[in-house]
């Protein structure tokens, strides 16, 4: 019976011993060139926040199987973001295309992540039109290495070394051939041809492909504002037959108002929680389309009356949502 007694300490003690968190949060960089940054520990398309690049740095407070969460800091230029109340976070990432995360205050800091449309931060600090966010989410452990438990040579000579981490990818890309094109889109239209030698700033890769800005001067009377662009021939049809072509194109049209909804994360061509509403196109067109609405908007969208005809003022988001098809404009004014 004693012996029982004391087996069942023992296995007790064990137990509260193993629950104990750790004294210190272990630090971890991403060695991985990009790694999905995720609300939860499930690799799927509907729970990533942001894409962490080589050398970002996490504080590690929960391991769960081979997940690990952490919490990552860094700069955000501030008007890429709003004031949010939602789940006890303060900002939330606001740009269409979704803001680089950066080790500084400054345009030319290294970047440490890409943040998605819709990630929800906590800020910490504001340095002129910078801010400083934190958030804690979970990443694949296998794309990092820990910062301060690796093992020296001298102590653990019988231990082979850890093999030096691969180069970092180049935010630049210089052009290596002539005709090289710039296309709208992953086997999109063709927008440009970049001449041997063009100085590209890389923004995001997907497989081969790679997302660039390109900077340079223009003579002013060879172009056009990009609103005075007839928007009268620009129909739904047009929009679903060419969804990247016309993206950022301003409409002006008489819409019929059916209902205004939030955006659930399966939409992911709004940011979760963003307020919308379903409107039936003007009469030349068919079908429905989304018109996503401004927090300034808000309170003048809320007043209107199921099947309410108004004009809108909008711009193209996507002429083909990924989700049901459907064209999404980003409301500017109602008139």
């Known amino acids: 019976m004693t012996s029982s007694i004391s087996r069942l300490g023992l296995l007790c003690a064990a137990c509260f011993i193993a629950s104990v968190p750790p004294t210190q949060a272990q630090t971890v960089e991403v060695v991985a060139a990009q790694e999905n940054f ?14 962490l690049l080589r ?50 205050p400054d345009g030319g800091a290294r970047r440490i992540a890409i943040l998605m449309r819709g990630m929800l931060l906590d800020s910490l600090e504001t ?48 052009v290596a051939s ?28 997907q497989g081969g492909w790679t997302r ?36 950022g194109r301003r409409v002006e049209w008489t819409v019929q108002f059916v209902a205004l ?9 709004f940011y979760e929680g963003e307020p919308y509403f379903l409107a039936r196109p003007p009469a030349s067109s068919r079908g429905n389309l989304y018109v996503a609405v401004p927090p300034e908007l808000l309170p003048v969208v809320e007043e209107l009356s199921p099947l309410q005809t108004v004009d809108i003022v909008a711009r193209v988001r996507t002429g083909r949502s990924a989700l049901m098809g459907v064209p999404i404009l980003d409301l500017i004014a109602l008139r």
Not at 226 to 241: G, P
Not at 261 to 269: G, H, L, M, S, V
């Open 38 to 51: 995720r609300k939860v520990p499930r690799a799927s398309s509907d729970n990533r926040l942001a894409t």
């Open 178 to 205: 002539d005709a090289a094109g710039l296309l709208l889109a992953p086997d999109g239209d063709t927008t440009a041809v970049l001449q041997q030698g063009t100085d590209l700033t890389v923004l995001a890769r």
């Open 55 to 104: 050398g970002a740095e996490l504080q590690v407070t929960e391991t769960r199987g081979r997940w690990l969460r952490g919490a990552i800091e860094g700069w955000i230029w501030a008007q890429s973001t709003e004031t949010t109340d939602r789940d006890g976070f303060d900002r939330i990432v606001s740009k269409s295309q979704g803001e680089n995360l950066r080790s500084g």
């Open 212 to 247: 660039v800005r390109l900077e340079g001067w223009i003579w002013e009377p060879s172009a056009m504002p990009a609103d005075s662009a007839s928007s009268e021939a620009v129909t739904l049809d047009v929009l679903r037959t060419n969804p990247q072509q016309y993206r």
């Open 261 to 269: 909804q939030r955006a659930e994360a399966i939409r992911t061509d």
């Open 127 to 174: 340095q002129g039109p910078w801010t400083r966010v934190r958030r804690e989410a979970w990443i694949w452990s296998e794309s990092t290495a820990a910062l301060d438990s690796a093992p020296s040579v001298e102590a653990d000579s019988d231990l082979p070394a850890r093999p030096p981490p691969a180069p970092s990818l180049s935010d630049r890309l210089i």
